[in-house]
Nanobody, 118 residues
């Protein structure tokens, strides 16, 4: 089991940027694919981005492709989500998790709130 702590959220104007971090505990982090997900008010949680264990392969939801970049630092047990050109529809609580393809496998952390104002 991996414990996950997300951070870096905040309030930003449309067109702005934020960088989210996810610190993971546990020895399996460096051998696991990781993903970012988000949940907007009144909506189901949705997949955002995925990165393989080595950081050499990434995959994005169409809604964020070209604007968001996922990366990881296995020495720090941390995965990142760089979010550029933010839109109001990106407003959500963002979560990270270990993934099998795009399916989360661990318990969720507390998430980090991202609010984009128009």
């Amino acid at each position: 089991q991996v414990q996950l702590v997300e951070s870096g959220g905040g309030l930003v104007q449309a067109g702005g940027s934020l960088r989210l971090s996810c610190a993971a505990s546990g020895r399996t982090f460096s051998s696991s694919a990781m993903g970012w997900f988000r949940q907007a008010p009144g909506k189901e949680r949705e997949f955002v981005a995925r990165i393989n264990w080595s950081g050499t392969s990434t995959y994005y939801a169409d809604s964020v492709k070209g604007r968001f970049t996922i990366s990881r630092d296995n020495a720090k047990n941390t995965v990142y989500l760089q979010m550029n050109s933010l839109k109001p529809e990106d407003t959500a609580v963002y979560y990270c998790n270990r993934v099998l393809t795009t399916t989360p496998v661990d318990y969720w952390g507390q998430g980090t709130q991202v609010t984009v104002s128009s």
